[in-house]
């Protein structure tokens, strides 16, 4: 890197103390030298050190230099790199440096007023002098990565991987400032001896007896075997519940990683309800200091103008995936990959190089699947990432990804899936008709152990109270992990011991949870959801197909919800047309019947891709109204933090202002997320109270049922099941 020495003394930070302080050149040089290495794997590394070298040459100038001694006046400091860059005809550096701080902004268009927010408007502003910046910083050469195409939407996805770049590096160097030393990151284990963790915790299966267990080892073989020998690329694996998917797919990306020199593996999961389990069978396996779990809905950005470092340190606590296995959930990941911003995309540039897992791929959502699958295949063929689609009901994506992606082909990881199918047949579907509520609870009582998944919070509600009280469970999203995690032990135990198990649930339970049930019932729902709750039944195979019956009904004055209901007549019309709807041929057909009934429109609601490829509302890269539109929970959540045990001694250390990452993945069990709605009923009464902006904590405790979980309707103390 090519720069001049030294010249005068202008600061970019001044340490909590007072005591030090880091020059503009220092953090420039440090910000460059470590974006140039995160953006190495997809051929950036000259476009993101230029990044690092402009973001902060705003800081030359004489306002900037006041506000740091305290002046309360504003000063723009990143608007100076943007416009130094776009002079240079580097439009994605100067996205970048526009947005480190408050997001990455609108591309707009020409005609915008310098006091707009669009990247145009910010090139017309006039900024504070900041020419000193020439004395001590020389720009290198850079260019455009050579693989990645230059149509708008390539574009605009190579440029929030650039920005990640940016911000991890801004926020990296100024965290080693702030704490005086090196930040404590890395020394995880080696992805070869996490693979010996795995060889040893899966030595004594290969000894199996049974025909099920022998099985299951075929399939983990043909995964081991398969990730040694396949290219990067894009996978299925098509594995019947009850085949051990989760311990083969990671030996598939653990073999794979190693063959192909793949930095991580990241493993994406529908539902938070869910994430816990599959983060502690592989903590279990590689140790829990190597597996980061990610589902906080913390969300930290420094404003420009800010120079509290409280806030810098809150800022950098925010996971940056920088551990050998990350385990998050498919909202995370892909709205992180298409929002706008720092604390979201700082993570993203290290998804390059790595083996990504969507497990249960049939619940991507129908309404952003076409942005969903465009990722994907970014990601796949730009950034050198393997993805696997892992499911026991693949989805037929096979079209879209023709569409979107024409020379990228899909290559099945295990050998016939459809003579598993019949291997791994543990249930048989009956059609009971309509049913009463008191009816329904009626047959979950007449039997010890029963599952019951519903379409409706109030359905569950109801249905919780008419069971027998002993050994009764009501699974809600309303439950901190910690308390997730409690009480499918306690299922698991009662199943396991023969007690009374009686468990009803939204659809939740469905993807993933690894239990399993003699009998159980489903409100009528899509096929998928159908089969997935029949998942949770004998997945041991220990009572014979015929006598494991899974009921479908439909409940008597109840009309199907609306976000369902194409859903159902695709499953209805399935199950006409095949005596058999669980084999794979009836899948196919349903998925590709339910995305023709919805319509290619319905795979893109909000038009995301429209947005970037044609521009929106006037403007080119509408980076921040495209974050705005994709969310795929469509009303935004909160957090809300629970004094619940060792919670309870966190929240002290959080309000005592120990920001940390480690104080936030700990705090990250004993949180839930809640609707703005619900949040205000709470602090209106006096129930909650802010931390920041961003975080809150439940200080009356009587409001959370550690059995059921929080209580939304504060009046009466009724809660709201999920």
């Known amino acids: 890197m090519d720069t001049t020495t030294e010249k005068t003394s202008y600061w970019a930070h001044v340490s909590a103390d007072g005591t030090r302080s880091q020059t503009v050149r220092q953090h420039l040089l440090g910000t460059a030298t470590l974006a140039e290495q995160f953006a190495q794997p997809f051929g950036a590394g000259s476009q993101a050190c230029l990044a690092g070298l402009l973001h902060d040459i705003g800081k030359y100038s004489h306002d900037f230099q006041k506000r740091l001694a305290g002046s309360i006046d504003r000063v723009d400091h990143s608007t100076a790199g943007a416009k130094e860059a776009w002079q240079l005809r580097q439009a994605e550096v100067a996205f970048a440096v526009a947005g480190h701080h408050g997001g990455l902004p609108d591309g707009g268009g020409k005609t915008d007023s310098s006091d707009t927010g669009t990247l145009f408007g910010r090139i017309y502003r006039d900024v504070p002098d900041y020419s000193v910046w020439h004395d001590e910083i020389n720009l290198p050469e850079a260019s455009h990565p050579a693989q990645i195409p230059r149509d708008n939407f390539s574009t605009s996805f190579y440029i929030r991987m650039l920005y990640s770049c940016l911000v991890d590096a801004d926020y990296q160097d100024t965290e080693t400032f702030m704490l005086g030393i090196t930040a404590p990151r890395g020394g995880y284990t080696a992805l070869p001896q996490l693979l010996e963790k795995l060889n040893q915790y899966i030595a004594p299966w290969w000894a199996a007896k049974t025909a099920l267990n022998q099985k299951r080892c075929e399939i983990l073989r043909a995964c081991l075997d398969r990730g040694r020998t396949c290219n990067s690329g ?9 085949g051990g998917k989760t311990v083969s797919s990671l030996g598939f990306a653990l073999t794979h990683a190693i063959a ?14 869910i994430i816990d389990q599959t983060a502690e069978i592989f903590q279990q396996i590689l140790g829990e200091e190597n597996v980061i779990e990610h589902h906080s809905g913390i969300d930290y950005s420094v404003p420009e103008n800010d120079v509290d470092p409280a806030h810098y340190r809150k800022t950098l606590a925010i996971e940056n995936w920088d551990a050998p296995v990350i385990v998050t959930t498919a909202v995370q990941f892909f709205e992180s990959l298409y929002n706008n911003r720092s604390s979201r995309c700082r993570k993203l540039h290290n998804i390059a190089d790595s083996v990504v897992i969507f497990d249960e791929a049939q619940t991507l959502p129908v309404n952003y699947l076409r942005p969903c699958v465009a990722a994907i295949a970014q990601l796949v063929q730009y950034y050198g990432v393997t993805a696997i689609l892992c499911t026991a009901t693949q989805p037929a994506l096979q079209p879209l990804f023709a569409e979107l992606a024409p020379k990228l082909s899909i290559h099945e990881i295990c050998p016939n899936t459809n003579a598993m199918y019949h291997f791994f047949r543990r249930t048989t579907l009956q059609m009971a008709g309509e049913l009463t509520e008191e009816g329904l609870a009626g047959q979950l009582n007449a039997i010890p152990q029963a599952l019951c998944v519903v379409n409706r919070r109030a359905t569950a509600q109801r249905l919780y109270a008419m069971l027998e009280s002993e050994g009764r469970y009501c699974l809600t999203t309303l439950l901190c992990p910690a308390d997730r995690k409690r009480l499918l032990k306690e299922i698991r135990a009662r199943l396991k011991n023969g007690l009374p198990c009686r468990v009803v649930s939204t659809s939740l339970i469905e993807a ?25 039944c004998n997945r041991d195979g220990t009572y014979p197909a015929e006598n494991s019956i899974v009921t479908v009904f439909r409940l008597q004055d109840q009309r199907i919800p609306a976000i369902i209901r194409p859903n159902v007549d695709a499953a209805r019309k399935v199950m006409e047309a095949f005596t058999d709807p669980a084999q794979p041929e009836a899948i196919e057909a349903y998925f590709s019947f339910l995305r023709a009934v919805k319509g290619n429109a319905a795979l893109d609601k909000n038009q995301i891709m429209d947005m970037f490829c044609k521009g929106y509302q006037g ?19 909160v957090t809300i933090y629970l004094p619940v045990d060792d919670g309870i001694g966190l929240l002290e250390c959080l309000r005592a202002g120990q920001a940390d990452r480690a104080l936030y993945r700990r705090l990250g069990q004993y949180a839930v997320n809640i609707y703005p709605e619900h949040l205000q009923k709470l602090l209106d009464a006096g129930a909650a109270e802010p931390i920041d902006d961003n975080s809150y904590i439940l200080t009356d405790p009587t409001l959370y049922d550690r059995s059921t979980g929080l209580s939304l309707d504060v009046e009466t103390g009724k809660a709201i099941f999920m």
């Open 234 to 242: 894009l996978y299925t694996l098509t594995v019947p519940t009850g």
């Open 260 to 273: 192909q020199g793949k930095k991580r593996i990241i493993y994406v999961i529908p539902y938070t309800s």
């Open 512 to 536: 993933g949870v690894d239990v399993d049930f003699p009998a159980a019932w489903r409100e009528e729902a899509g096929l998928d959801s159908v089969l997935q709750t029949a998942g949770r």
């Open 619 to 637: 403007r080119i890269f509408p980076f921040a109204s495209a974050a705005e539109q994709f969310h795929l929970i469509e009303a935004n959540t």
